[in-house]
């Protein structure tokens, strides 16, 4: 069974950074696309950014677009999510999952960005 831990989160003002990491257990994250998603206080979960199993190809939201990069250590069964000038309305706890049929959610990392 495959559990997922986001860590990484935190307390910002606008324009900071901030780097989230998730690990894998109990299977190799190298077999599968990874996504990043975020659910904003009050909304649904959305897609930030996916990246494929070998690395070489990304996509990400038109929302974070040039300001957040997504990457991945296969041998260190991690992915990561790099945040950059961040914005309040990235305030959203951040979850990664497989891109396509979902394992079991983790508890997320809360991201809060203050004005």
């Known amino acids: 069974q495959v559990q997922l831990v986001e860590s990484g989160g935190g307390y910002v003002q606008t324009g900071g950074s901030l780097g989230l990491a998730c690990f894998a257990s109990?299977?190799?994250?190298?077999?599968?696309?990874i996504g990043w998603f975020r659910r904003p206080p009050g909304k649904k979960r959305e897609f930030v950014s996916a990246i494929s199993k070998s690395g070489m190809t990304t996509v990400y939201a038109d929302s974070v677009k040039g300001r957040f990069i997504i990457s991945r250590n296969n041998a260190n069964n991690t992915a990561y999510l790099q945040m950059n000038d961040l914005r309040s309305e990235d305030t959203a706890k951040y979850y990664c999952?497989?891109?396509?049929?979902?394992?079991?959610w983790g508890q997320g990392t809360q991201v809060t960005v203050s004005s």
């Open positions: 999952n497989r891109l396509v049929a979902s394992w079991d």
């Open positions: 109990g299977r190799a994250l190298s077999e599968y696309p």
